[in-house]
């Protein structure tokens, strides 16, 4: 995994990874003070890392601040000496003296051996890395995260991962966030969002619900956030830190590597044929934004395939057509919205019927359910890949099924996403 706090350091980064993050600081708010951006967004492009992982993307957020336990670590081992630190001093002439001295003298303030800075380096080695950055699903929660009001009462956040995972499912908080286009709080694209940015690991057995949020401190409500003084609460709270960045790392880790490679036949083919592909695929790539806002809108994360095939392909095909991005458009997006109307209509037309004849159900022609009346497919959890002169394809996005949408619904299990693809670039290469 990339370590980008290591190339913006540059020579100066080390192993001890509370200095690299005062350095950063400092050398971030060195290079603010010296003009050289005309914005904060240009400043932020170049030395935020969060934005540095996501190529620029104003949305992007650091998930678990790193200044926050550093301070709680540092304030706890050196009350004795009647010292607080700050981040930026306002009690100094150098607004760096403190973290001048974390970054200096070290272990006069944060000795190695004691058990909550080495929990400390632990959290802060994991800090640096993708997996403690996130694409919020709107810019203005950044510093919502932090602090924000709820019901007009000022609520305090600390940007710790249980208090946001419980205030994204309240309306009146950062819920506000994930609203449909009817205004109404959302917890498909609450979900949805989780699953995006790879929170699971935030919920017990990574079931993703509100009863099921894991807190920070076995005694704390999820709803509310802690500044912690206590030394077993500052440990618990690192626990909890390192152990969730850890389990997202592995995930990202394994994201990238099926992103890289999703089918070894599919890849082996296309290797094979590239000269053939700018004749039949548009080749563009969407924005990190522009997929995060196709999946706000459609409700649910983008399959990682699908993800790998609109950055590898853009969209195309010549006997057939797999929808994707093409002139700065989405074109899977109104066939999708089209077909999920009509399935919702279908559905209520067959149990109609079948409320409507009870003592003949086993005659209704039925395509959108089966015998006992239930949907075969959920009809906000489909996507449509494909269409031909026939037929659409889509996939079932709670089975991983791929669906063939004509004049019924079949569902496919055989057909994996690529699988599909395949067949298609085979059908389209080969033989036009």
Same mark, same amino acid.
Request: aromatic fraction near 12%; include cysteine.
């Given at each position: 995994?990339?370590?980008?706090?290591?190339? #913006?350091?540059?020579?100066?980064?080390? +192993?001890?990874?509370?200095?690299?993050?005062?350095?950063?600081?400092?050398?971030?708010?060195?290079? *603010?003070?010296?003009?050289?951006?005309?914005? !904060?967004?240009?400043?932020?492009?170049? +030395?935020?890392?969060?934005?540095?992982?996501?190529?620029?993307?104003?949305?992007?957020?650091?998930?678990?601040?790193?200044?926050?336990?550093?301070?709680?670590?540092?304030?706890?081992?050196?009350?004795?000496? *009647?010292?607080?630190? #700050?981040?930026?001093?306002?009690?100094?002439?150098?607004?760096?003296? #403190?973290?001048?001295?974390?970054?200096?003298?070290?272990?006069?303030?944060?000795?190695?051996?004691?058990?909550?800075?080495?929990?400390?380096?632990? &959290?802060?080695?994991?800090?640096?890395?993708?997996?403690?950055?996130?694409?919020?699903?709107?810019?203005?929660?950044?510093?919502?995260?932090?602090?924000?009001?709820?019901?007009?009462?000022?609520?305090?956040?600390?940007?710790? @991962?249980?208090?946001?995972?419980?205030?994204?499912?309240?309306?009146?908080?950062?819920?506000?966030?994930?609203? +449909?286009?009817? *205004?109404?709080?959302?917890?498909?694209? @609450?979900?949805?969002?989780?699953?995006?940015?790879?929170?699971?690991?935030? &919920?017990?057995?990574?079931?993703?619900?509100?009863? +099921?949020?894991?807190?920070?401190?076995?005694?704390?409500?999820?709803?509310?956030?802690?500044?912690?003084?206590?030394?077993?609460?500052?440990?618990?709270?690192?626990?909890?830190?390192?152990?969730?960045?850890?389990?997202?790392?592995?995930?990202?880790?394994?994201?990238?590597?099926?992103?890289?490679?999703?089918?070894?036949?599919?890849?082996?083919?296309?290797?094979?044929?590239?000269?053939?592909?700018?004749? #039949?695929?548009?080749?563009?790539?969407?924005?990190?934004?522009?997929?995060?806002?196709?999946?706000?809108?459609?409700? &649910?994360?983008?399959?990682?395939?699908?993800?790998?095939?609109?950055?590898?392909? *853009?969209?195309?095909?010549?006997?057939?057509?797999? !929808?994707?991005?093409? /002139?700065?458009?989405?074109?899977?997006?109104?066939?999708?919205?089209?077909?999920?109307?009509?399935?919702?209509?279908?559905?209520?037309?067959?149990?109609?019927?079948?409320?409507?004849?009870?003592?003949?159900?086993?005659?209704?022609?039925?395509? !959108?359910?089966?015998?006992?009346?239930?949907?075969?497919?959920?009809? /906000?959890?489909?996507?449509?890949?494909?269409?031909?002169?026939?037929? /659409?394809?889509?996939?079932?996005?709670?089975?991983?099924?791929?669906?063939?949408?004509?004049?019924?619904?079949?569902?496919?299990?055989?057909?994996? &996403?690529?699988?599909?693809?395949?067949?298609?670039?085979?059908?389209?290469?080969? /033989?036009?």
């Amino acid at each position: 995994m990339d370590n980008k706090m290591k190339e #913006y350091l540059g020579s100066d980064y080390s +192993n001890d990874h509370v200095r690299n993050f005062c350095l950063y600081w400092m050398k971030g708010a060195k290079c *603010g003070d010296a003009d050289r951006y005309p914005s !904060y967004d240009e400043w932020r492009r170049e +030395n935020d890392l969060d934005c540095m992982y996501l190529d620029g993307d104003m949305r992007a957020d650091t998930l678990m601040s790193a200044w926050t336990p550093i301070k709680w670590v540092a304030d706890y081992l050196n009350r004795e000496k *009647g010292m607080k630190f #700050y981040k930026r001093a306002k009690d100094k002439d150098d607004p760096h003296y #403190y973290l001048k001295l974390l970054a200096e003298d070290r272990e006069d303030y944060l000795p190695a051996e004691q058990e909550l800075v080495q929990l400390l380096e632990h &959290f802060l080695t994991l800090a640096e890395l993708r997996c403690n950055y996130i694409l919020l699903p709107d810019r203005r929660m950044n510093n919502e995260r932090y602090i924000t009001y709820v019901n007009g009462e000022l609520t305090r956040l600390f940007d710790e @991962v249980p208090a946001m995972l419980a205030h994204i499912y309240d309306k009146d908080s950062l819920g506000k966030y994930f609203l +449909n286009e009817n *205004g109404e709080h959302d917890q498909k694209l @609450v979900r949805a969002w989780i699953q995006r940015e790879h929170l699971e690991m935030g &919920f017990r057995d990574k079931n993703i619900d509100r009863a +099921n949020i894991l807190p920070l401190l076995s005694d704390l409500d999820i709803r509310t956030a802690k500044w912690l003084t206590d030394e077993q609460e500052i440990k618990e709270a690192l626990l909890y830190m390192i152990k969730f960045l850890e389990m997202r790392k592995r995930t990202l880790e394994f994201v990238e590597e099926e992103h890289k490679a999703p089918d070894s036949e599919l890849q082996v083919f296309i290797n094979s044929h590239k000269d053939a592909l700018p004749e #039949y695929f548009s080749l563009e790539q969407p924005s990190d934004q522009e997929i995060a806002e196709l999946e706000q809108v459609l409700g &649910f994360s983008l399959p990682e395939d699908y993800r790998w095939f609109l950055h590898e392909f *853009g969209a195309g095909g010549v006997h057939f057509e797999i !929808y994707g991005y093409v /002139d700065g458009e989405f074109t899977c997006l109104e066939p999708t919205l089209r077909d999920r109307a009509d399935v919702k209509q279908g559905i209520a037309m067959e149990q109609q019927m079948a409320l409507e004849r009870p003592e003949d159900v086993d005659g209704i022609v039925r395509g !959108y359910t089966d015998q006992n009346g239930n949907p075969r497919i959920h009809p /906000d959890r489909f996507m449509i890949f494909s269409g031909c002169q026939v037929n /659409d394809w889509g996939l079932d996005a709670d089975s991983g099924e791929m669906v063939e949408i004509g004049e019924d619904w079949v569902t496919n299990g055989s057909r994996t &996403f690529c699988e599909h693809l395949l067949l298609e670039l085979q059908c389209s290469i080969v /033989d036009a």
